[in-house]
């Protein structure tokens, strides 16, 4: 079960809504929204190789450093 949950939709509403204070906090739900979906899908499932494929593809955006770290994490 997942305690913390986040998806694409609720951000967006955010970000129309305004509701981010902060890139921080923006990037704090776009991760846990990628890692919940790496955490509960098999790492071959296209799930969790979506996650993986926004956060390296979003990391330039919010942190200027092209490079994913080891885990793809920001």
């Known amino acids: 079960v997942l305690h913390n949950q986040q ?4 951000i967006k509403k ?3 809504r305004g509701s981010y204070a902060s ?3 923006f ?3 776009f991760t846990l ?3 919940n979906s790496k955490a509960y899908n098999a790492s071959e499932s296209i799930v ?3 996650a993986v494929s926004l956060q390296v593809s ?5 942190s200027g450093d092209p490079r994913p770290d080891q885990n793809y994490l920001f």
């Open 33 to 35: 929204m990628c890692n």
């Open 7 to 10: 998806s694409l939709q609720e």
């Open 14 to 16: 955010k970000v129309t």
């Open 27 to 29: 990037k704090a739900d």
């Open 23 to 25: 890139i921080h906090d």
């Open 58 to 62: 979003a990391r330039p955006a919010v």
């Open 48 to 50: 969790y190789e979506d």
